[in-house]
C-alpha cells in the first residue's frame, strides 16, 4: 500500500512503538522510539542485502523520496 503525506504527518512525532511501512521500490520509512521518522532504501551491493537511510521526514518529503 503506498504511503501518503497525511499518514506520514500522523507517524511523525510521536513515541509509541517501533513501526515500518513499506511505500513502493524498495522504498520504506521507519520511525523509531523517540518519533523520528526516517526514510530507508533497500537494495544488494556485492550480492548482498543493505539497507541505506536517507533523511528524516520533514526534511524529505514523499515526492522527493520518490
Do not use: F
Not at 7 to 17: F, G, I, M, Q, S
Not at 25 to 48: A, E, H, T
Request: proline share 3%; charged share 25%; hydrophobic share 40%.
Amino acid at each position: 500500500m503506498a504511503l501518503t503525506d497525511a499518514k506520514l504527518r500522523k507517524l511523525a512525532n510521536k513515541t509509541d512503538d517501533l513501526i515500518t511501512l513499506s511505500h513502493r521500490d524498495s522504498l520504506r520509512v521507519k520511525r523509531n522510539k523517540n518519533g523520528c521518522v526516517i526514510w530507508q532504501y533497500r537494495c544488494q551491493y556485492l550480492s548482498k542485502p543493505v539497507i541505506m537511510s536517507l533523511r528524516y521526514y520533514p526534511e524529505l518529503l514523499l515526492a522527493g523520496a520518490r
